[in-house]
């Protein structure tokens, strides 16, 4: 078994992330925060983050960061699967806002899986159906958008649960730790909650973490970054 622990930044953006839901799809990262504010009705909204997702997700990284170094950044999720793409009896820990099974009408009838498109969205799809997931453990917020199994588009349901932070203990020893920034769906003036996670892993070891820049290869839009290169200038520095 392959124990992997994974944590999507957007977790923190439960209170506000689903008032801009619709806008997450532009094809670069700075058309949809250039929608989002200039939204009259989003700009007034309330960006704070949620304090205990913050808490919950740090305390499960830095416990975790104890007995694995083997770690890595990404600005998108699916860059995960640079490391996964050899690995097989995934056993699969995801603390994040979206399930990253599948998501979308095109992808469930061929993206995913007529032409092996790896988005987000669906990387975790994309491991299923190379079966190489084991077992999926989905930690979630309250408004996130549910799964309905009958939706599913391959031949036979992957084992996966789903719980809230306070339903699950979490007591793996990961052999892989993965952070991904996900700026799509969190906004620019919160990236430095990222920097945090990179921060942490430098007091425990010495040297820099792996950082995906772009997303995994067979991904749509290959630099969703654009625009935001001194970002990336800087947490790696």
Known sequence: ???????????????????????????????????????????????DINPDNLIYALDTFTRSLAKCKNVAFGITHDSIMYELEDKDKINLVNIDHHHDIIYGEWFMREGAMKYGIVSEGNWIEHLHQKSKIEDYVWIRNENSFMMDDTQHPTREPMKWATYLKTEYKYEMTPDYIFVCLSPAYIPKFHWFY?????????????????????????????????????????VTT
């Open 194 to 234: 990222f920097k945090i996670f990179m921060n942490l892993y430098k007091v425990f070891y010495e040297g820099e973490p792996k950082f995906y820049k772009k997303p995994y290869k067979n991904n749509l839009y290959s630099n969703p970054m654009r625009g935001y290169e001194d970002f990336l200038q800087e």
């Open 1 to 47: 078994m392959y124990n992997v622990l994974t944590i999507d930044l957007d977790f923190i953006a439960e209170p506000y992330i689903q008032l801009y839901y619709e806008l997450c799809f532009e094809p670069s990262v700075e058309r949809t925060w250039d929608q989002v504010f200039s939204n009259p009705a989003l700009v007034g909204s309330n960006f």
